[in-house]
């Protein structure tokens, strides 16, 4: 056993040991090592004289990788007599080292220290195959059990828990043999240890991983039907447990994992959104609404989120650049600024149906993803565009309460062929036209072409279209009842290098 300052001059060795693998944990002002093969504990001050073993009764023997948890000056580790399994705990002397669990269990999980304690799962002496949480100071009768819970199925040592800390709240991930494995918390009694929330109901559970702290709010990774493995955060109650995002769309999971706190009050992982493969992510919770950016759209006073992601080959894509129109709507251009490609909405439509709506219309035929995410509830929709491909989309289900969607609920608009049209239009090269603008008449092309658009409502109303042009002096949008609502968008491009003909785009 070796000891160092960090510099040749204050490494030494301290004692010799026997041979074999040993794990080293700290306790305070001293270390206890515990070693694999001869099951037996030592304990060390980085001195010479300070490095012994501890004596054990006769027959005790550490169990597995026996070290667990430190509570100031005394840690604590698994033994067994041969019949099982007990918590065990030392001061580093003869006289400090006793079990503190009372009997051994053939059920005995993780430990961790919380709030002056010791917190440990283990089978009850009646019924090793059922659980119990456990909290103990480590003095004489200092042990209790707060709280039962259903078979976990054998006799062998539960699954991991993920003990972790968040102010005054341990939380962790239990089976209790009716809800599945879900999240629960303990305050240290009996009474405030409960389950946090039912995320999915049944058998399975959710099964909550990696529980990390961050600031004021727990987050792990759940899953569930509507929307697979995601990223969740807690505060411990019920209506403070909530999805963050869903980032890969719908029942696909993200998978997040690596879940760390950093600095900033941020929270980094990793994750697949379905799109680019597994890469590392950001998650700032005070920064949680949208946050208009080249790349983000955001609608509907900052709710709601929108990305397009592009791609004309295997290799050759990008994100879209947004430009907001109105507080509903905006438009995404993949190639040059005054060519828009996708143009979004989002109304609500709650008061209708109880959901907000999503509509896109398709001013390109190159292959893309739009991503509306709602930054409220952490839902997400994605609508996928293939290539060659032009057409609109109307989801007035996308987004309902708590962020609930039901499948198989989006329009689409026609897709009509495109022939030899390449996936990537042309910027139009204007040419001298005669139209003059008007509130209801968009002039594209330099004035060639003369656009009006007349509507009719379920009531048979009429009137013609309000027409707003847009930079570029190649597309323009026309809207019916409310100026920031925008109904129908067009485009038109000289394409005659490449087929000899004007292609017109527009999308509802």
């Known amino acids: 056993l070796w000891a160092s300052d960090g510099t040749a001059a204050g490494t030494r060795r301290i004692a010799t040991l026997p041979n074999e693998a040993a794990t080293l944990s700290s306790a305070g002002s001293w270390a206890l090592l515990s070693f694999h093969t001869s099951r037996r504990v ?21 169990f597995g990788n026996a ?35 009372g009997a051994e269990t053939a059920a005995l999980g993780e430990m961790a220290t919380h709030g002056g304690a010791l917190f440990f799962l283990a089978g009850t002496p009646e019924n090793p195959s059922r659980l119990a949480l ?47 494995s879900e999240l629960w918390r303990t ?31 727990l987050y792990f990774a759940a899953r569930e039907a509507e929307h697979g493995i995601e990223l969740w955060e ?22 997040p994992q690596e879940l760390t706190a950093g600095g900033g009050g941020r929270l980094f992982f990793t994750a697949d959104d379905g799109l680019h493969g597994r890469e590392p992510w950001v998650y700032s919770p005070e920064g949680a609404s949208c946050v208009p950016a080249a790349t983000v759209l955001c609608l509907s006073a900052g709710r709601f989120k929108v990305e397009v992601d592009w791609r004309t080959g295997l290799r050759d894509g990008g994100r879209g650049h947004a430009t907001a129109l109105t507080p509903d709507t905006g438009t995404f251009w993949f190639f040059d600024a005054a060519n828009v490609e996708v143009i979004v909405k989002v109304l609500d439509g709650r008061s209708l149906n109880g959901h907000h709506w999503v509509f896109f219309g398709a001013l390109s035929n190159v292959e893309y993803a739009v991503t509306v995410t709602d930054t409220l509830t952490g839902a ?15 989801d007035t289900q996308a987004f309902g309460p ?9 329009t689409e608009g026609p897709a009509p062929e495109v022939g030899e049209v390449p996936l990537v239009a042309s910027r139009s090269v204007h040419a001298t036209g005669s139209c003059t603008p008007g509130p209801a008449r968009l002039c594209l092309n330099g004035g060639r072409f003369a656009v009006e658009a007349r509507w009719k409502d379920f009531q048979g109303h009429t009137g013609a ?39 017109v785009f527009y999308g509802a």
């Open 42 to 62: 030592w304990r060390t001050d980085g001195t010479t004289a300070g490095t012994r073993e501890i004596p054990l009764p006769a027959g005790i023997r550490t």
């Open 67 to 101: 070290t667990g948890a430190s509570l100031g000056n005394v840690t604590f580790f698994r033994a067994s007599s041969g019949f099982g399994a007990e918590i065990w705990r030392t001061d580093g002397t003869a006289a400090g080292t006793w079990p503190v669990t």
């Open 134 to 180: 456990w909290r103990s100071t480590g003095a004489p009768g200092g042990t209790q059990r707060l709280r039962t819970f259903g078979a976990f199925g054998g006799f062998s040592s539960p699954a991991p828990a993920e003990l972790t800390s968040l102010g005054s709240l341990l939380f962790f991930r239990l089976d209790d043999g009716e809800s599945g």
């Open 187 to 217: 305050d240290g009694t009996a009474a405030g240890t409960v389950q946090v929330h039912d995320i999915a109901p049944g058998e399975d559970g959710s099964f909550p991983m990696e529980l990390t702290a961050l600031g004021s709010r």
């Open 234 to 255: 807690t505060d411990g109650t019920a209506e403070g447990t909530r999805l963050v995002q869903d980032i890969a769309p719908g029942a696909f999971s993200s998978n």
């Open 380 to 394: 997400a929709r994605r609508y996928t565009n293939l290539p060659g491909r032009l057409g609109s989309v109307a």
């Open 402 to 410: 708590l962020g609930a969607s039901l499948a198989g609920v989006v």
């Open 465 to 503: 279209g309000k027409a707003v042009p847009l930079s570029g002096g190649d597309t323009g949008y026309f809207w019916f009842f409310d100026a920031g609502n925008v109904e129908v968008v067009l485009k038109v491009l000289d394409g005659r290098p490449l087929n000899g003909k004007f292609w």
